[in-house]
């Protein structure tokens, strides 16, 4: 089938959502069955609006330079489509004569794609919808992992490493929040820091497990006594033994999906009072990592920049092969010592409804801190740190 | 004069205040009138319980990679020297025969090593004693600007102009509160993110001027009409008209030198509070840099690396030169087109007592810019930046 093609980015950037959208472009400038090659902005928002910009016009090298640049270079929107959407949605696909659609995003930009398969089945209106993954949070089921994670995952642990350096300097309990709303991928990626078996995060906290104050303060208490400091990282989505997200309390807004918005200074400042109170330590500060986890400009995984230019130009060579008529783009690690990926085609459902969770076999049975297994996983996602090293005379020795 | 050495560093760590102790440590190595090389673990309480470590035991290829890792690597301190902390200080030094004393940190750490120094001179015990220069805040006087800014600032920039990318993506208003409690050099170094016209930040507010909540939400209030979204970098010690920090409200701590602890998410929560409470904006998001901004591992200014190491070499060598007692290490930027750097010396007290703002030419006629001045005097003590680029087709558009 030939026709024109639309793409568009989704939900929360990340340092490499435009390797994805440039790795589809190109794919897409290789394949005599596209003809026009549409970008949407600002999402499905851009395509209700008829905005787009003619992406086969942009000059190669601009291409490439915007692959490397973070954040959506389309812009991004966090919109779930209605019935009337997905009505004035095909009113604009039909008018453009596109048949290749493609949005790249998490789950809930997959949950979009679906709908929008599903309408044009309904209609009868022939059209390839594909998903392209990208999540900071490495949340999307049927996944190794996601592209987007190893970056945000690298910032995470070149931050953690650089803090624990800071509080080894001034001592006391450091508190890093960091994000990810319902897995603790992101915050466990924190423990990629660590060289030394005393170096921190001593503690880490993860969505997956129930937090009390009691036990954490407990914990630090524990940590201050074997190394005379603390360096502590938490997920904003930790939850209490209500399974309710202990940050809720400090936030009110709700976007379209129904995700509660939780990156707030508060949990970190929470946490840092009740050491205040209830520990003898002089110094505590709490630090929210925030939005430049996901977008910080000078951070990127490169094998996590290669994937994520790959699974672009894999969605779109699935689209134009026309095995499948719809589809997502999933990462297998293949087994052996070498980290090899498989990419492949899965349902849109299969991605789209449900989100996945750091698993068990991650995380130490106390639910403070990971296991060997994860370090193993995630490694090769962040790749290499930048060199740091301590005084021969003050390693093994504390603070 | 032979005998041995003592090195130690003080205040809130930099990135590259570990040059200047390898600087210090390999120039000292190089000159035969200094025998033992101490370091001090934790500044002048590290004398105090003189837990010190042999810096000439740790092999040169340690040495070069402490030098490339943030944070104190000999630990840090706030500490003022009491009299008695005086006169115990002198009894280690005597007991050490220790002839030359080298501290490095900001105007708190002069002053701490011009009180050794002058009671030096009282006791009649030959010392020399120089401060070595570090600051992410860039404030000590008589300096062009000091080691620990130029990565600081780097870090700072390209923190905003991933977030600034962020928010082209989702648009709204975006707050990012940035470290130094008077003077708003690091704050402003956010301007060095723009690359085209109406990127972010678009807003900047400075200690050096008055902030109001009235003139910052109508300043936000003409960003959003003309661009549509708006990027604000926000020192984390803008002032009230009546010249007492905004954030202090939020904050109890005090350090030994009387400096009130600032870095706190509370005070970007209550500017974004003040947007959605006054605007109709849809989508306001703060952020506080926090302790990362001088200690992330990973993004260092090649220049201020260099500096950094050199300082701690032309301290070392002034010292065992003969021609000073005491002083601090200066760096004046020579006029012309190359940037280009002279080392000096000057005396203690001019750099102990007071500290610099941003001078008035830096700081736009409205007071909530910088001027071009400032970026030509930034850019070359931060270096380039990462490669970023946008879509043709977008380039001059908003959002």
């Known amino acids: 089938m030939t026709g024109n093609m639309l793409i568009a980015q989704s939900g929360g950037p990340s340092m490499v959502i435009n390797q994805s959208l440039v790795g589809a472009v190109l794919a897409a400038k290789a394949s005599s069955k596209i003809v026009e090659i549409y970008g949407a902005l600002h999402g499905i928002q ?6 787009f910009v003619d992406l086969r016009a942009e000059p190669e090298e601009v291409l490439l330079r915007v692959a490397q640049t973070p954040s959506s270079a389309l ?20 008018r453009r004569d596109i048949r290749y659609f493609f949005y790249i995003g998490g789950n809930d930009s997959a949950e979009t794609a679906n709908i929008i398969a599903e309408e044009a089945g309904r209609q009868g209106y022939d059209l390839r919808c594909f998903h392209i993954p990208k999540t900071i949070d490495n949340d999307l089921l049927c996944n190794d992992h996601t592209p987007g994670y190893g970056s945000a995952a690298r910032f995470v642990a070149c931050a953690v490493r650089g803090d624990d350096l800071d509080n ?7 508190i890093d929040v960091i994000m990810g ?20 995060p001593h503690l880490l906290y993860f969505p997956e497990r129930p937090f009390t104050l009691d036990r954490f303060v407990a914990d630090v208490a524990e940590c201050m006594n074997r190394h005379g400091r603390c360096v502590v990282a938490v997920s904003e989505g930790i939850r209490g033994p209500d399974g309710r997200p202990i940050a809720e309390a400090f936030s009110t807004e709700v976007d379209a999906h129904g995700n509660r918005q939780l ?17 003898n330590v002089p110094r505590v500060r709490a630090d929210t990592f925030g939005f430049i986890q996901r977008c910080f400009v000078g951070c990127v995984s490169e094998t996590d920049a290669n994937e994520a230019r790959l699974v672009g130009s894999v969605a779109v060579q699935a689209a134009v092969g026309g095995k499948y008529q719809n589809g997502t783009v999933t990462l297998t690690r293949l087994p052996g010592a070498t980290y090899q990926i498989d990419y492949a085609i899965a349902p849109l ?22 296991t060997g297994l994860f370090l193993d996983y995630a490694r090769p996602l962040v790749g290499p740190l930048p060199v740091t090293a301590r ?4 390693r093994g020795r504390n603070a």
């Open 263 to 279: 990156t707030t200074g508060a949990l970190g400042e929470r946490l840092a009072a009740a050491i205040r109170q209830r520990l």
């Open 46 to 51: 851009g395509i209700l609006d008829e905005a």
């Open 391 to 394: 005084l021969n005379a003050l």
């Open 75 to 94: 812009g991004s929107v966090r919109r779930k489509p209605t019935p009337e959407d997905c009505r004035a949605i095909f009113a604009v696909l039909a």
């Open 168 to 174: 080894r300097a001034l001592g006391g309990v450091k």
């Open 349 to 370: 459902p299969a991605v789209a409804r449900n989100t996945r969770s750091l698993p068990d076999r991650y995380i130490n049975p106390e639910g403070n801190n990971v």
């Open 181 to 200: 709303r319902n897995a603790g991928f992101l915050t466990a990626a924190a423990a990629l820091a660590r060289q030394d078996p005393d170096d921190g």
